[in-house]
């Protein structure tokens, strides 16, 4: 029986798919009524038949639909709901959104519109922590649209360097530079695809660090002030500079690293005061120096590995948050125990540079057993919707040790069968096999050092490269939107 605080009865899921059904799963196991959003093309999908109610946004794209926050809020209103989560992606860090949701008198279920809005901004995040002593990679404190003052600059930085736009992420304005000769050539892209991808043009730049791996700390924090982190996720394996493969914890963290890397991430949502479940990110260097890279101020696609090596529900955690209740553990309370892995398993096609592939799922056989779990939104014969981010499931193993994790891991992609569309699941089968991987040896360059799409069976029909070529054209415009 869960304590007897301001009492959310009905909360609204503004978001679709698999962290739909996921949060869905753990609202009803708190005897909490659900309502579920969609779109036309998602009339049919499991998170709509899963919930007690549901409405209609409207037509499939997402700026028709997902993306119409009054109308979401005045759906709310009209079904007596207490609670929006937003899950991730769509509107999750709007800080417009959030605070049109308090206003309106319904809990948001995340963090203020302030956090939201300080965190969202790469320079404004640098500039909020920097009273914390928190690790930064050199770089400049502002944006820069002076090209000649930023040649300057880049050039005391020292090459390589690099430009990263200051709105957004998901690789989107972001140019390494090697040499003074190209930066301007550089420093106009990255401008453009930032104007072009977030409506904002601001750019900074930093110093390039060549071999990173990327460490994130999820963390959780209260309305009365406390906050704890849950350890890392090692997030290094990307493509596109999207995340395919993450693991908990990472392989390479020392108990005294993990330690005060846990502080700077805990003083990260100190600096914003932060509620609810949020991650701090860090790139760390071949010398295991750690530098703040940004917050994500929502739950993370790949929060399921911090849950299984906790026992900690993230979900049930932020409703409780959201209700006004302490949180019932410390620091000193929380263990890692066993690893955790999690495959993104994307519609795409790895062999044709991991381009979005569209079509039925013709057949779809989930893997079952002890530690595996997976996170979808899909069931056998439901079509693949070209609108929205390609992710159909997150396919996440549990073991004693990390061998055990992998080798759970390698038995459960056999399992899963899916036909009619090309996944991202051969290329885990890949990476789980290949001995940078298993020995821990690997960065953020994995994908462009070790792989290449001969590896990997070749069964392409002219029809599945065109039907790409398309997918392709949409899902590029949206990548950002989602977890990174």
């Known amino acids: 029986m869960w304590p007897n605080f301001w009492l959310m009865k009905k909360v609204l899921v503004a978001n679709r798919g698999e962290i739909a059904l996921r949060i869905m799963r753990s609202l009803k196991e708190m005897g909490i009524q659900t309502v579920a959003v969609y779109s036309e093309a998602d009339r049919m999908a499991p998170h709509v038949l899963y919930a007690d109610e549901a409405v209609c946004l409207g037509p499939a794209p997402s700026n028709q639909s997902y993306l119409l926050g009054d109308k979401i809020i005045s759906v709310c209103k009209d079904l007596g709901v207490d609670g929006i989560h937003p899950g991730y992606g769509f509107l999750s860090e709007n800080a417009d959104f959030a605070k049109s949701v308090f206003e309106s008198g319904i809990e948001f279920i995340g963090p203020s519109p302030l956090a939201i809005e300080l965190m969202g901004d790469k320079l404004t995040a640098k500039d909020t922590v920097k009273g914390y002593d928190i690790p930064m990679v050199p770089g ?38 090697e040499s003074a000769d190209v930066f301007e050539e550089q420093m106009k892209l990255a401008v ?196 929205y981010d390609p992710m159909i499931s997150k396919l996440i193993t549990y073991g004693k040790d990390r061998s055990e994790s992998i080798e759970i891991m390698k038995r459960a992609i056999s399992d899963y069968q899916i036909a009619g569309i090309q996944t991202t699941l051969e290329f885990g089968a890949f990476v789980m096999g290949h001995e940078s991987f298993i020995s821990g040896n690997f960065d953020t360059h994995f994908v462009k050092k070790y792989f290449d799409p001969s590896f990997l069976k070749s069964d392409n029909s002219n029809e599945q490269m065109i039907a790409a070529w398309y997918a392709a054209r949409f899902f590029n415009e949206k990548e950002a939107d989602f977890d990174r």
Do not use: W
């Open 192 to 387: 453009s695809e930032a104007v072009s991808a977030f409506g904002n043009g601001a750019v900074f730049i930093e110093k390039y660090i060549a071999s990173p791996r990327h460490i994130e700390i999820q963390v959780l924090a209260d309305k009365h002030g406390n906050v704890v982190h849950l350890f890392e996720r090692e997030c290094s394996i990307q493509r596109r500079h999207q995340k395919v493969i993450e693991e908990a914890p990472s392989s390479v963290l020392t108990d005294e690293l993990r330690a005060e890397m846990g502080l700077c991430a805990v003083n990260v949502a100190l600096s914003c005061n932060y509620v609810g479940a949020g991650t701090v990110e860090f790139l760390l260097d071949e010398n295991m120096n750690f530098y703040f890279l940004e917050m994500n101020t929502r739950l993370q696609v790949e929060h399921p590995v911090t849950e299984m090596i906790t026992g900690v529900d993230l979900v049930k955690q932020q409703i409780l948050v959201a209700r006004g209740e302490k949180l019932s553990f410390n620091q000193d309370d929380l263990k890692i125990s066993g690893h955790a892995l999690e495959v993104r398993v994307y519609a795409e096609d790895a062999k044709n540079n991991f381009l979005p592939d569209i079509g039925v799922l013709s057949s779809y056989k989930r893997p079952v057993g002890i530690g595996v779990r997976v996170d979808d939104g899909f069931e056998e014969g439901m079509e693949i919707p070209i609108y």
């Open 140 to 177: 400049t404190d502002s944006a820069i649209d002076d090209i000649e003052v930023a040649k300057s600059l880049a050039q005391e930085i020292g090459f390589p360097i690099l430009i990263k736009a200051s709105a957004g992420g998901g690789g989107k304005g972001m140019r390494i530079v």
